[in-house]
């Protein structure tokens, strides 16, 4: 069949080439821009000293090669292999990346709270030393001011305060009378004596009884 094919295509051409010759018989005409004849068959010389140039670019022979488009590079056919071994680096290095992304995090998370804190124990000074500074200025005032009364005190003549009187010593009597019992004395006899009562002479003594006995002292209330 490959053998065949050129024979065909020729067939097929050259009934083509032969309508196109048979087309283009008969006289001459002449044509500036095909050669030096007239219509008459005539050789004219004008053609011969100024002949037309053809408006048909002539190919060269030798044609510069044109530059080809830059291929694109084929990418290498990559093996399940690889492609796995490829996939396992590019996890590998996600983790790392997370892991690195993560303590980077905390490390600013804990700055950011040691400043904090930093800050804090910063506002906390500042307090302290304002109220230290108030506490001063308020114990130095009150020394200016005590410094000042007792200026003003000595500048101010001192007067002579009056001894207070005395208070008069008050004799207080005796609430009893304190009798030794004599013979054939009894507690009826001392109240008439006295001018008491039998009940307030066994009150004072915690007498139970009536008698006494003689020698004994008891307290007569008065």
Not at 25 to 31: K, Q
Not at 106 to 125: C, G, P, T, V, Y
Request: aromatic share 4%.
């Amino acid at each position: 069949m490959q053998r065949l094919l050129p024979n065909i295509l020729t067939l097929l051409i050259l009934p083509i080439f032969l309508v196109s010759c048979g087309e283009g018989g008969g006289t001459p005409s002449y044509n500036p821009d095909i050669g030096p004849f007239d219509e008459n068959g005539n050789y004219v010389e004008a053609w011969a000293d100024n002949p037309p140039k053809s408006k048909r670019r002539r190919k060269a022979r030798n044609p510069e090669p044109k530059p080809s488009p830059k291929a694109k590079p084929k990418k290498p056919v990559e093996s399940s292999w690889a492609r796995k071994k490829r996939e396992k680096k590019e996890r590998e290095e996600k983790a790392q990346r997370d892991i690195e992304e993560r303590l980077a995090s905390e490390r600013r998370a804990a700055a950011a709270q040691i400043a904090q804190e930093r800050r804090k124990s910063e506002q906390a000074q500042q307090a302290r030393r304002s109220r230290q500074q108030a506490l001063a200025k308020k114990r130095r005032e009150e020394l200016a001011r005590s410094r000042a009364r007792q200026q003003a005190s000595k500048a101010k003549p001192k007067h002579k305060a009056k001894p207070k009187p005395k208070p008069k010593p008050v004799k207080v009597a005796p609430r009893y009378h304190f009798h030794k019992v004599a013979k054939s004395e009894t507690l009826y006899s001392l109240a008439k004596r006295y001018g008491t009562s039998v009940s307030s002479i066994k009150k004072a003594n915690k007498l139970r009884a009536n008698t006494i006995r003689t020698g004994t002292t008891l307290k007569i209330p008065r």
